[in-house]
């Protein structure tokens, strides 16, 4: 991919609807290689590439979690707040119907189903962050404030 030309996905159209300025971040993606590959890649801190999660309750109701690369998600502190006994991760090929998006390039951004985001708390006092943009290997860049003012998020505390 050109540094001229960058994908179109569902996530850099609406990002571009809300008027939000980001940066495009192609890199080389591995299978299996996460946040940690990523942030290698770009040359940033893996703590401010903020992983999409698509998980499930226990009456299977899907819902977004947005963490730091470097931290882990308390499912029994979300399911918590949730008001729910579990929450899990979705089975790849279920996280794939519901986001529209691959394992690897789910966004939070443009998902085809409309569905809850949960934001850790201390990923929106970050100066910038990078998300992925809807393609393996294609992050974008933009300010927490942006990620919070386009996504209909609630912001939690569920670090592992």
């Known amino acids: 991919m050109s540094k001229d030309r960058h994908p179109v996905t569902a ?29 290698r890649e770009l040359g940033v801190a893996e703590h401010a590439v903020v992983k999409t999660l698509v998980m499930e309750d226990d009456a299977r109701r899907p819902l977004i979690v947005l963490m730091h690369g470097d931290r882990e998600v308390s499912t029994k502190n979300l399911a918590r ?20 998006y691959q394992v690897g390039g789910t966004s939070p951004f443009g998902t085809r189903r409309t569905m809850p985001v949960y934001l ?26 942006d990620l919070v003012r386009v996504l209909k998020r609630v912001l939690v505390d569920i670090m592992a």
Do not use: I, M, W
């Open 11 to 39: 996530a850099v159209r609406v990002l571009r609807e809300h008027g939000v300025e980001f940066t495009h971040h192609p890199y080389e993606y591995e299978e299996r290689g996460g946040t940690a590959v990523s942030a």
């Open 120 to 145: 850790q708390r201390t990923v929106a006092e970050l100066p910038y962050v990078y998300v992925n943009g809807g393609k393996r290997g294609y992050l974008v860049g933009l300010t927490p404030a």
């Open 81 to 100: 707040h949730l008001g729910v006994k579990t929450v899990s991760p979705c089975d790849p090929a279920v996280a794939d119907r519901h986001s529209g």
